[in-house]
C-alpha cells in the first residue's frame, strides 16, 4: 500500500526531484497541501543539505536539482516580471540572475539566494515575452534591464 504523502516525515526517504515534484520511497507524493506544506518546511543549509522541520519532526531530503521551483511568470516587460514558487511565495524576477544551464533549462536567482529553476510552463509564460535575436537565442527586457540568453546549444 503506498504510503507516499499520508506518513510522519520520518517514515520515508523523501525527495524533491527537478521536476518540481516531491517523492516518498520513490513515489509520487500527490496530495497538493502535503507538497506545499513540505516547499514550505524545507531547510537548506550553506553546505547545500536539505532537511523538512515540521514541529519536533525532521527529515533530510534529497535535493535533485533545485530546492524550489518556479511554477509560474506575472507581469509584462512594462511592469516587471514577478515569479511564483512552488511554496507559493512570489518575490520580484531579477533578469539579471537569468542563466540557462544544461539541458537547455533556465534559472534564476531567488531572494533566499539559491538557484531556482523554471518549471516548462514558467519558462513558456516568460518566454512569450521574448524578442528572438540572430544567433539564434532571445532578449527580455523589463523596465531598462535587458538582458540576452544563448539559443539552444
Known amino acids: 500500500m503506498s504510503r507516499a504523502g499520508f506518513t510522519t516525515i520520518s517514515s520515508g526517504r523523501i525527495s524533491f ?6 517523492y516518498c520511497d520513490g513515489e509520487p507524493i500527490t496530495n ?3 507538497c506545499r506544506l513540505y516547499a514550505r518546511a524545507m531547510h537548506v543549509e550553506a553546505d547545500g543539505s536539505a532537511r523538512l522541520e515540521l514541529g519536533t519532526d525532521r527529515a533530510s531530503v534529497d535535493i535533485e536539482d533545485t530546492p524550489w521551483v518556479i ?8 511592469l516587471g516580471f ?4 512552488n511554496d507559493e511565495t512570489r518575490e520580484p524576477l531579477d533578469l539579471g540572475t537569468l542563466c540557462v544551464g544544461p539541458g537547455d533549462v533556465l ?21 512569450a ?17 535587458t538582458v540576452t540568453l544563448p539559443g539552444p546549444g
Open 82 to 85: 514577478e515569479i511564483v514558487l
Open 129 to 145: 515575452h521574448a524578442t528572438p535575436t540572430a544567433d539564434g537565442g532571445c532578449r527580455l527586457h523589463s523596465g531598462a534591464h
Open 32 to 34: 497538493a497541501a502535503i
Open 17 to 22: 526531484r527537478k521536476d518540481g515534484r516531491w
Open 107 to 127: 534559472y534564476a536567482e531567488s531572494r533566499r539566494g539559491h538557484r531556482i529553476r523554471f518549471l516548462r510552463r514558467a519558462y513558456y509564460h516568460l518566454m
Open 71 to 78: 511554477i509560474s511568470v506575472d507581469g509584462s516587460p512594462a
